[in-house]
């Protein structure tokens, strides 16, 4: 079945400094994929998207490339703030297989210190 | 606009007891998924409805049975409760459209003594 494997946790980085959470997946067909954030006692907020090989979803600084020959879809910052501090899940989904199911990955805690 | 809503933000149950949860979808969205989060794991599928009907299902026992009404707002059931349903539930919705995403509530913290 489909899966998703994300780098393990916790990431700490200072201020300004640069992120990447590599995210991994397993899947028959042609996924979309997504990134989702979790803000302590939060429900998940979509961070961004991309839906066939080679997008670039971006959103907030935050963006990432599917790349269907390595099947990842690792997630990069340039410069990231305190207010990033949160927990990032890699999901995918197959719409015409799945009807939409989402498979999420464990999670990676980021922890940005001033 | 208001997004995906949940009911109730906690609740407390002892082993054995049944539970809903209620989930009203954000406007313009008619498919709705429930997810068990347990502490420190991504979300886990138990379900979707769509069109008043479960569409697919996760790896969930019959324990867990869900509905969703006309005006497309959805209860997911828990019976005879364990303490390893202790967990976050997650409803979301999306539109129709493939690859838009899904939208989720802020969740129902449900602990099970």
């Known amino acids: 079945g489909d899966s998703v494997t994300q780098m393990e946790g916790p990431v700490t980085l200072s201020e300004e400094a640069f992120l990447t959470i590599n995210c991994t997946y397993t899947?028959?067909?042609?996924?979309?994929l997504f990134w989702y954030v979790q803000y302590p006692g939060e429900g998940l907020q979509l961070l961004l998207k991309a839906t066939k090989a080679d997008d670039k979803g971006s959103n907030k600084g935050f963006e990432a490339t599917y790349r269907k020959e390595t099947t990842s879809f690792h997630l990069e910052k340039g410069s990231v703030q305190v207010s990033d501090s949160a927990v990032y899940f890699c999901a995918l989904s197959q719409y015409n297989t799945n009807a939409g199911k989402s498979t999420f990955g464990d999670g990676t805690t980021l922890t940005v210190k001033p | 606009d208001a997004g995906v809503t949940q009911s109730p933000t906690h609740l407390i149950k002892t082993r054995g007891q049944q539970v809903t949860l209620r989930c009203s979808p954000k406007s313009g969205h008619d498919t709705v998924s429930w997810y068990q989060q347990a502490l420190g794991q991504g979300p886990q599928f138990i379900f979707q409805y769509y069109e008043e009907e479960e569409r697919q299902r996760g790896n969930f026992p019959d324990r867990f049975s869900g509905h969703q009404f006309p005006n497309y707002s959805s209860e997911l059931n828990v019976n005879a409760l364990l303490l390893g349903d202790s967990a976050l539930y997650l409803c979301?919705?999306?539109?129709?459209?493939?690859?838009?995403?899904?939208?989720f509530g802020p969740g129902t913290r449900l602990t099970v003594t």
């Open positions: 979301a919705s999306s539109p129709g459209r493939p690859g838009g995403g899904q939208y």
């Open positions: 899947a028959t067909g042609y996924p979309s």
